[in-house]
């Protein structure tokens, strides 16, 4: 059985920041693309799109969303099977459910995510 436990979101004043943490079980992580993608908590609907926010393939190639780009920093541990998200400089517009996901091929894994509010 795949779970991806996401951990590490809550609430943070504007500018500053967060690490979200998600730990895998029941996949050969190493081989797994991982990476976080996020949705507005009023857009939870099913069928609303979640943005790509970073992923990480097998080794250190690295994709970033274009809001986040310069601010977030994904890296993984294989030893660990965690995919962490280093969130720094935030925005009240970064306030979202914050997913965790791992892809091999057709399949395509999904956490159930957890919040991050940045308020004042």
């Known amino acids: 059985q795949v779970q991806l436990v996401e951990s590490g979101g809550g609430l943070v004043q504007p500018g500053g920041s967060l690490r979200l943490s998600c730990a895998a079980s029941?996949?050969?992580?190493?081989?797994?693309?991982v990476g976080w993608y996020r949705q507005a908590p009023e857009k939870q609907a099913p069928g609303e799109q979640r943005?790509?926010?970073?992923?990480?393939?097998?080794?250190?190639?690295?994709t970033y969303g274009g809001s986040v780009k310069g601010r977030f920093t994904i890296y993984r541990s294989n030893t660990n099977n965690t995919v962490y998200l280093q969130m720094n400089s935030l925005k009240p517009e970064d306030t979202a459910v914050y997913y965790c996901?791992?892809?091999?091929?057709?399949?395509?894994?999904w956490g159930k995510g957890t919040l991050v509010t940045v308020s004042s």
């Open positions: 943005e790509l926010v970073a992923t990480i393939i097998r080794g250190t190639y690295t």
């Open positions: 996901s791992a892809r091999l091929g057709d399949m395509f894994y």
């Open positions: 029941g996949i050969i992580f190493s081989i797994y693309t």
